[in-house]
Each structure stands twice: as structure tokens, then as C-alpha cells.
């Protein structure tokens, strides 16, 4: 079992930054990849961002050049920067762990407000 538990959401006007931190404990040696999901009011979850243990990134469309994921060297916490935000990125921010067991979790979400 891997926990994850998200920290860092807020308000925040349009242009500004946010930092988002995901925790993770439990099995951490099982953990293939990790994601930043999120999603928006009335809209579906989407994948923002992933990192790979072998350290690949990728990233949505919408987010590639704002966002960057990262992790810590034991994967205790992973991060997602969020620069030049727009009113269009206000989301629940979920926290996803991929492991080698072919299982996925998730964390409890963190809201992110983007005013105009």
C-alpha cells in the first residue's frame, strides 16, 4: 500500500505561483511513476503531469512550460510547481502513484484557485 497526502493548494491571482507537495508513505519501493491529476468544475480528471523513477517527465498540453514536476531522492515527496498560472488551472489537484504491482493510488486532492 502507498499514502499519499497533498499539501499546498490555495488562492492565488492569475499570473502567480503555487508549490504543491505530495507526501508519500507506505511501500515507496513499489512505486513506478508518479502523476499530478487534476480537475476542474463541471470538467473530467485529466493527467497534468508525471515523472517516471527513471526520472522521464511529461507533461498536458495546457501545463508544458508553466508546470514541473519533481521528487526528492527517496520519492518521500514529489512536487509540482506551478508558474503563470491562469484562471483556467482552479482544480482539485490529485496526487497518483503508479506501483510495480500494477496497482494505482491516490490521494485526497488539494484545491487550487486561480482568480481573474
Known amino acids: 500500500q502507498v499514502q499519499l497526502v497533498e499539501s499546498g493548494g490555495g488562492l492565488v491571482q492569475a499570473g502567480g505561483s503555487l508549490r504543491l507537495s505530495c507526501a508519500t508513505s507506505?511501500?515507496?519501493?513499489?512505486?513506478?511513476?508518479m502523476y499530478w491529476y487534476r480537475q476542474g468544475p463541471g470538467k473530467q480528471r485529466e493527467m497534468v503531469a508525471g515523472?517516471?523513477?527513471?526520472?522521464?517527465?511529461n507533461y498536458a498540453d495546457s501545463v508544458k512550460g508553466r508546470f514541473t514536476v519533481s521528487a526528492d531522492n527517496a520519492w518521500n515527496t514529489v512536487y509540482l510547481q506551478m508558474n503563470s498560472l491562469k484562471p483556467e488551472d482552479t482544480a482539485v489537484y490529485y496526487c497518483a502513484a503508479a506501483s510495480v504491482y500494477e496497482q494505482f493510488y491516490w490521494g485526497q486532492g488539494t484545491q487550487v484557485t486561480v482568480s481573474s
Open positions: 507506505g511501500s515507496i519501493f513499489s512505486i513506478s511513476a
Open positions: 515523472m517516471s523513477t527513471g526520472g522521464e517527465t
